[in-house]
Protein backbone atom coordinates (compact mmCIF):
# COMPACT_ATOMS: atom_id res chain seq x y z
CA UNK A 1 0.00 0.00 0.00
CA UNK A 2 1.46 3.07 -0.96
CA UNK A 3 1.41 5.64 1.44
CA UNK A 4 0.24 9.36 1.58
CA UNK A 5 3.67 10.78 1.70
CA UNK A 6 5.49 14.02 1.43
CA UNK A 7 6.20 12.96 -2.31
CA UNK A 8 2.87 12.36 -3.67
CA UNK A 9 2.59 15.78 -2.61
CA UNK A 10 5.24 17.11 -4.66
CA UNK A 11 4.22 14.97 -7.63
CA UNK A 12 0.75 16.67 -7.43
CA UNK A 13 2.42 20.32 -6.97
CA UNK A 14 4.96 19.64 -10.13
CA UNK A 15 2.29 18.46 -12.68
CA UNK A 16 -0.16 21.24 -11.27
CA UNK A 17 2.58 23.86 -11.91
CA UNK A 18 4.04 22.11 -15.21
CA UNK A 19 0.74 23.21 -16.79
CA UNK A 20 -0.10 26.64 -14.97
CA UNK A 21 3.54 27.58 -16.27
CA UNK A 22 2.17 27.61 -19.81
CA UNK A 23 0.32 30.30 -19.51
CA UNK A 24 1.83 32.89 -17.03
CA UNK A 25 1.07 35.24 -19.62
CA UNK A 26 -2.55 35.61 -19.68
CA UNK A 27 -4.63 38.40 -17.77
CA UNK A 28 -4.91 35.17 -14.61
CA UNK A 29 -7.04 38.63 -12.56
CA UNK A 30 -9.41 38.97 -15.51
CA UNK A 31 -10.64 35.23 -16.30
CA UNK A 32 -12.97 33.66 -14.26
CA UNK A 33 -11.82 29.99 -12.69
CA UNK A 34 -14.27 27.31 -13.84
CA UNK A 35 -17.08 27.52 -12.01
CA UNK A 36 -15.96 29.62 -8.65
CA UNK A 37 -16.41 32.75 -8.15
CA UNK A 38 -12.66 34.03 -7.87
CA UNK A 39 -10.27 34.88 -10.83
CA UNK A 40 -7.42 32.59 -11.61
CA UNK A 41 -5.10 34.56 -9.97
CA UNK A 42 -6.82 34.48 -6.34
CA UNK A 43 -7.05 30.98 -6.87
CA UNK A 44 -3.99 29.79 -7.44
CA UNK A 45 -3.02 32.35 -4.68
CA UNK A 46 -5.35 29.78 -2.73
CA UNK A 47 -3.86 27.07 -3.28
CA UNK A 48 -0.60 28.31 -1.65
CA UNK A 49 -2.42 29.61 1.18
CA UNK A 50 -4.30 26.32 1.83
CA UNK A 51 -0.70 24.23 1.56
CA UNK A 52 1.06 26.56 4.07
CA UNK A 53 -1.88 26.24 6.55
CA UNK A 54 -1.87 22.05 6.37
CA UNK A 55 1.93 22.38 6.77
CA UNK A 56 1.07 24.56 9.47
CA UNK A 57 -1.23 22.61 11.30
CA UNK A 58 0.97 19.43 11.19
CA UNK A 59 4.27 21.47 12.58
CA UNK A 60 2.64 23.61 15.28
CA UNK A 61 0.74 20.69 16.22
CA UNK A 62 -2.62 22.52 16.82
CA UNK A 63 -4.98 20.82 18.67
CA UNK A 64 -8.36 22.98 19.51
CA UNK A 65 -8.58 25.36 16.16
CA UNK A 66 -6.50 26.80 12.84
CA UNK A 67 -3.01 28.28 13.67
CA UNK A 68 -3.74 31.95 13.69
CA UNK A 69 -1.65 32.99 10.34
CA UNK A 70 -1.83 33.23 6.98
CA UNK A 71 -0.11 34.14 3.55
CA UNK A 72 0.21 37.02 2.42
CA UNK A 73 1.95 37.77 -1.52
CA UNK A 74 4.10 41.20 -2.05
CA UNK A 75 2.54 43.38 -4.56
CA UNK A 76 3.59 43.15 -7.72
CA UNK A 77 3.94 39.30 -7.67
CA UNK A 78 3.38 37.99 -11.19
CA UNK A 79 1.76 34.89 -11.93
CA UNK A 80 5.09 33.06 -12.21
CA UNK A 81 6.27 34.16 -8.91
CA UNK A 82 2.48 32.86 -8.01
CA UNK A 83 4.17 29.57 -9.09
CA UNK A 84 6.67 29.62 -6.60
CA UNK A 85 5.19 30.14 -3.85
CA UNK A 86 3.15 26.99 -4.87
CA UNK A 87 6.62 25.26 -4.99
CA UNK A 88 7.39 26.67 -1.69
CA UNK A 89 4.17 25.65 -0.01
CA UNK A 90 3.87 22.30 -1.66
CA UNK A 91 6.92 21.65 -0.32
CA UNK A 92 6.82 22.92 3.05
CA UNK A 93 3.71 20.42 3.37
CA UNK A 94 5.83 17.65 2.33
CA UNK A 95 8.34 18.15 4.50
CA UNK A 96 5.90 18.30 7.48
CA UNK A 97 4.05 15.50 6.40
CA UNK A 98 7.55 13.56 6.21
CA UNK A 99 8.69 15.07 9.62
CA UNK A 100 5.45 14.06 11.67
CA UNK A 101 4.90 11.42 13.37
CA UNK A 102 2.09 9.09 12.53
CA UNK A 103 0.14 9.14 15.71
CA UNK A 104 0.29 12.70 15.88
CA UNK A 105 -3.29 14.37 15.21
CA UNK A 106 -4.15 17.78 14.33
CA UNK A 107 -6.94 20.01 13.90
CA UNK A 108 -9.27 19.92 11.16
CA UNK A 109 -13.17 20.87 11.77
CA UNK A 110 -14.43 17.66 9.28
CA UNK A 111 -16.29 16.06 10.41
CA UNK A 112 -14.19 14.64 13.56
CA UNK A 113 -11.62 17.49 14.39
CA UNK A 114 -8.55 15.93 13.45
CA UNK A 115 -6.68 14.50 10.92
CA UNK A 116 -3.48 12.90 10.66
CA UNK A 117 -0.28 13.83 8.55
CA UNK A 118 -1.75 11.32 5.42
CA UNK A 119 -5.05 13.10 5.51
CA UNK A 120 -3.37 16.52 5.53
CA UNK A 121 -1.25 15.84 2.50
CA UNK A 122 -4.64 14.22 0.78
CA UNK A 123 -6.58 17.59 1.65
CA UNK A 124 -3.69 19.55 0.18
CA UNK A 125 -2.96 17.28 -2.97
CA UNK A 126 -7.03 17.71 -3.50
CA UNK A 127 -6.88 21.00 -3.05
CA UNK A 128 -4.13 21.39 -5.34
CA UNK A 129 -6.11 18.96 -8.08
CA UNK A 130 -9.17 21.19 -7.97
CA UNK A 131 -8.20 24.39 -7.94
CA UNK A 132 -5.83 23.51 -10.90
CA UNK A 133 -9.25 22.43 -12.97
CA UNK A 134 -10.70 25.45 -11.87
CA UNK A 135 -7.79 27.82 -13.54
CA UNK A 136 -7.41 25.45 -16.28
CA UNK A 137 -10.72 25.10 -17.07
CA UNK A 138 -10.92 29.31 -17.10
CA UNK A 139 -7.64 29.30 -19.35
CA UNK A 140 -8.89 27.17 -21.66
CA UNK A 141 -5.99 24.83 -20.92
CA UNK A 142 -6.53 20.50 -20.70
CA UNK A 143 -5.94 19.35 -17.18
CA UNK A 144 -6.40 15.35 -15.94
CA UNK A 145 -4.21 14.38 -12.81
CA UNK A 146 -3.51 10.90 -12.84
CA UNK A 147 -6.74 8.30 -12.42
CA UNK A 148 -4.94 6.35 -9.66
CA UNK A 149 -4.13 8.77 -7.27
CA UNK A 150 -7.95 10.35 -7.73
CA UNK A 151 -8.98 7.09 -6.65
CA UNK A 152 -6.62 7.00 -3.99
CA UNK A 153 -8.07 10.13 -2.79
CA UNK A 154 -11.37 9.13 -2.88
CA UNK A 155 -11.05 6.16 -1.20
CA UNK A 156 -9.06 8.23 1.89
CA UNK A 157 -10.57 10.74 2.16
CA UNK A 158 -14.48 10.76 0.57
CA UNK A 159 -15.01 7.17 2.03
CA UNK A 160 -19.04 8.17 1.79
CA UNK A 161 -18.64 8.19 -1.85
CA UNK A 162 -19.69 5.66 -4.03
CA UNK A 163 -16.60 5.27 -6.07
CA UNK A 164 -17.05 5.26 -10.14
CA UNK A 165 -15.27 3.83 -13.51
CA UNK A 166 -13.62 7.53 -14.20
CA UNK A 167 -11.81 8.42 -10.87
CA UNK A 168 -11.07 11.99 -11.75
CA UNK A 169 -14.76 12.48 -13.06
CA UNK A 170 -15.50 11.16 -9.80
CA UNK A 171 -13.85 13.47 -7.33
CA UNK A 172 -15.06 16.35 -9.70
CA UNK A 173 -18.53 15.37 -9.08
CA UNK A 174 -18.26 15.37 -5.49
CA UNK A 175 -16.83 18.28 -5.18
CA UNK A 176 -19.13 19.83 -7.21
CA UNK A 177 -17.56 20.28 -10.26
CA UNK A 178 -19.20 18.37 -12.69
CA UNK A 179 -22.18 15.56 -13.31
CA UNK A 180 -22.54 11.95 -13.16
CA UNK A 181 -25.31 9.89 -14.75
CA UNK A 182 -27.31 8.79 -12.44
CA UNK A 183 -26.37 11.01 -9.58
CA UNK A 184 -27.40 13.95 -7.88
CA UNK A 185 -25.60 17.47 -8.68
CA UNK A 186 -23.14 18.29 -5.25
CA UNK A 187 -24.23 21.18 -4.13
CA UNK A 188 -22.32 21.32 -0.55
CA UNK A 189 -19.37 18.78 0.56
CA UNK A 190 -16.84 18.20 2.90
CA UNK A 191 -13.39 15.88 4.26
CA UNK A 192 -14.13 12.65 5.68
CA UNK A 193 -11.03 12.50 7.40
CA UNK A 194 -10.87 9.08 9.49
CA UNK A 195 -12.40 8.82 12.84
CA UNK A 196 -9.99 7.95 16.10
CA UNK A 197 -11.66 7.10 18.99
CA UNK A 198 -9.17 6.82 22.80
CA UNK A 199 -9.59 3.64 24.64
CA UNK A 200 -7.72 3.46 27.54
CA UNK A 201 -4.30 2.28 26.90
CA UNK A 202 -5.37 1.41 23.00
CA UNK A 203 -6.50 4.04 20.51
CA UNK A 204 -9.32 2.42 17.70
CA UNK A 205 -8.42 4.03 14.43
CA UNK A 206 -11.02 4.27 11.35
CA UNK A 207 -10.21 1.98 8.56
CA UNK A 208 -10.84 4.03 5.16
CA UNK A 209 -11.56 2.03 1.61
CA UNK A 210 -7.91 2.34 0.89
CA UNK A 211 -6.92 0.35 3.79
CA UNK A 212 -9.34 -2.03 3.91
CA UNK A 213 -8.55 -2.39 0.05
CA UNK A 214 -4.84 -3.40 1.49
CA UNK A 215 -5.95 -5.29 4.27
CA UNK A 216 -8.81 -7.56 2.13
CA UNK A 217 -5.57 -8.52 -0.16
CA UNK A 218 -3.40 -9.59 2.16
CA UNK A 219 -1.50 -6.22 3.06
CA UNK A 220 -0.96 -4.39 6.24
CA UNK A 221 -3.58 -1.85 5.75
CA UNK A 222 -1.05 1.11 6.76
CA UNK A 223 -0.64 0.33 10.27
CA UNK A 224 2.51 -1.71 11.78
CA UNK A 225 1.07 -4.73 13.42
CA UNK A 226 2.43 -7.30 16.43
CA UNK A 227 4.03 -10.22 15.15
CA UNK A 228 1.08 -12.32 14.58
CA UNK A 229 0.55 -9.69 12.23
CA UNK A 230 -3.51 -9.07 11.39
CA UNK A 231 -6.09 -12.36 12.38
CA UNK A 232 -7.95 -13.46 9.34
CA UNK A 233 -10.95 -11.92 10.66
CA UNK A 234 -9.81 -8.44 10.37
CA UNK A 235 -9.37 -9.28 6.65
CA UNK A 236 -12.64 -10.54 6.27
CA UNK A 237 -14.35 -7.48 8.22
CA UNK A 238 -12.36 -5.62 5.39
CA UNK A 239 -13.84 -7.21 2.49
CA UNK A 240 -16.95 -6.43 4.03
CA UNK A 241 -16.44 -2.55 4.68
CA UNK A 242 -14.75 -2.91 0.64
CA UNK A 243 -18.11 -4.36 -0.46
CA UNK A 244 -20.17 -1.60 1.26
CA UNK A 245 -17.74 1.17 -0.41
CA UNK A 246 -18.51 -0.07 -3.66
CA UNK A 247 -21.86 -0.35 -3.26
CA UNK A 248 -21.99 2.98 -2.10
CA UNK A 249 -23.61 2.29 1.36
CA UNK A 250 -20.45 2.50 3.40
CA UNK A 251 -20.87 4.54 6.58
CA UNK A 252 -17.08 5.63 7.80
CA UNK A 253 -18.71 5.90 11.65
CA UNK A 254 -20.61 2.40 11.49
CA UNK A 255 -17.23 0.63 9.62
CA UNK A 256 -14.13 -1.24 10.70
CA UNK A 257 -11.29 0.44 13.84
CA UNK A 258 -7.79 -0.83 14.25
CA UNK A 259 -7.00 -1.16 17.91
CA UNK A 260 -3.39 0.55 17.80
CA UNK A 261 -1.00 0.54 20.95
CA UNK A 262 -0.57 3.67 22.42
CA UNK A 263 2.60 2.59 23.83
CA UNK A 264 4.09 1.76 20.68
CA UNK A 265 2.15 2.32 17.98
CA UNK A 266 1.22 -1.20 17.04
CA UNK A 267 -1.50 -2.65 15.83
CA UNK A 268 -3.22 -5.42 18.11
CA UNK A 269 -6.24 -6.36 16.04
CA UNK A 270 -9.62 -4.72 15.01
CA UNK A 271 -13.41 -3.92 16.13
CA UNK A 272 -16.18 -2.48 14.40
CA UNK A 273 -19.80 -2.62 13.09
CA UNK A 274 -21.54 -5.05 10.12
CA UNK A 275 -22.88 -1.89 8.98
CA UNK A 276 -25.03 0.83 10.22
CA UNK A 277 -28.20 0.09 12.22
CA UNK A 278 -30.99 -1.45 10.80
CA UNK A 279 -34.86 -0.51 10.64
CA UNK A 280 -35.05 -1.75 14.46
CA UNK A 281 -32.09 0.27 15.39
CA UNK A 282 -29.85 -3.05 15.83
CA UNK A 283 -26.27 -2.60 14.93
CA UNK A 284 -24.26 -5.79 14.80
CA UNK A 285 -20.69 -5.39 16.52
CA UNK A 286 -17.99 -7.87 15.68
CA UNK A 287 -13.89 -8.17 16.94
CA UNK A 288 -10.80 -10.08 16.76
CA UNK A 289 -7.21 -9.76 17.92
CA UNK A 290 -3.77 -10.95 16.72
CA UNK A 291 -2.51 -13.86 19.04
CA UNK A 292 0.03 -11.56 20.40
CA UNK A 293 -2.14 -9.00 21.49
CA UNK A 294 -4.38 -11.59 23.64
CA UNK A 295 -5.07 -12.20 27.44
CA UNK A 296 -4.06 -8.53 28.17
CA UNK A 297 -7.67 -6.76 28.28
CA UNK A 298 -7.92 -5.04 25.16
CA UNK A 299 -10.57 -5.82 23.50
CA UNK A 300 -12.23 -5.12 26.50
CA UNK A 301 -11.05 -1.45 26.67
CA UNK A 302 -11.81 -1.32 23.02
CA UNK A 303 -15.23 -2.71 23.13
CA UNK A 304 -16.11 -0.21 26.48
CA UNK A 305 -14.64 2.75 24.22
CA UNK A 306 -16.69 2.09 20.93
CA UNK A 307 -20.13 0.90 22.42
CA UNK A 308 -20.09 4.27 24.53
CA UNK A 309 -19.33 6.84 21.77
CA UNK A 310 -22.13 8.72 20.77
CA UNK A 311 -23.43 7.78 17.67
CA UNK A 312 -23.83 4.42 18.82
CA UNK A 313 -25.72 5.14 21.89
CA UNK A 314 -28.62 7.57 20.18
CA UNK A 315 -32.16 7.01 19.32
CA UNK A 316 -32.08 4.13 20.97
CA UNK A 317 -29.67 2.11 19.30
CA UNK A 318 -29.14 -1.59 20.37
CA UNK A 319 -26.00 -3.10 19.63
CA UNK A 320 -25.46 -6.90 19.33
CA UNK A 321 -22.55 -9.36 19.32
CA UNK A 322 -23.36 -12.72 18.38
CA UNK A 323 -20.38 -15.41 20.14
CA UNK A 324 -20.19 -19.03 19.61
CA UNK A 325 -21.22 -21.16 22.67
CA UNK A 326 -17.71 -22.30 23.21
CA UNK A 327 -15.83 -19.21 22.73
CA UNK A 328 -15.72 -18.19 26.48
CA UNK A 329 -12.99 -15.87 26.49
CA UNK A 330 -15.38 -13.50 23.78
CA UNK A 331 -18.46 -14.42 26.05
CA UNK A 332 -16.43 -12.52 29.19
CA UNK A 333 -15.53 -9.48 27.20
CA UNK A 334 -18.83 -8.68 26.26
CA UNK A 335 -20.20 -9.52 29.42
CA UNK A 336 -17.29 -7.16 31.14
CA UNK A 337 -18.54 -4.58 28.53
CA UNK A 338 -21.89 -4.32 29.91
CA UNK A 339 -23.69 -6.58 27.36
CA UNK A 340 -26.25 -9.15 28.55
CA UNK A 341 -27.47 -12.78 27.11
CA UNK A 342 -30.23 -11.97 25.39
CA UNK A 343 -31.06 -14.79 23.03
CA UNK A 344 -29.85 -18.34 22.30
CA UNK A 345 -29.56 -20.74 18.58
CA UNK A 346 -28.38 -23.81 19.09
CA UNK A 347 -24.27 -22.48 19.66
CA UNK A 348 -24.93 -19.41 18.81
CA UNK A 349 -25.71 -16.83 21.48
CA UNK A 350 -26.37 -13.54 20.86
CA UNK A 351 -25.89 -10.56 23.74
CA UNK A 352 -26.97 -6.78 23.80
CA UNK A 353 -26.18 -3.77 25.13
CA UNK A 354 -29.27 -1.44 25.04
CA UNK A 355 -29.31 2.07 25.33
Known sequence: MRSMGGERVEEAVAGAVALLRTATDRDWRATR?????????????HIASDLIAYAGQLAGRATEAYVPFEITLD????????LQVIETTGALLA??????????????????????????????ITEVFLHTHDIAEGLGLAYAPPAEACADLLARIFPHVQPGTDPWRTLL???????LPGRAPVTEWRWRNNLVIPAGRLTLQGVTPAAATDLAAGGDGGFTWVGSGPFQGT???AGMLLKAYEAGTHR????????????????????GFHGPPDEDGRAEIGYDLAEDGRGRGYATEAL??????????????????????TNIRSQAVVTRAGYRLAAEDGELL??????
Not at 33 to 45: H, K, Q
Not at 75 to 82: A, P
Not at 350 to 355: A, F, G, S, V
Open 235 to 237: RDA
Open 304 to 325: RALSAWPPARQDGTTLLAKIDR
Open 75 to 82: EGTGNEDV
Open 350 to 355: TYELRD
Open 33 to 45: AGRLEWDCRYTAE
Open 173 to 179: WATGRGD
Open 95 to 124: AAVRTTPPEVRAFHPYPFRSADREGFAAMG
Open 252 to 271: PEWGVFVLVRKEDGRAVGAM
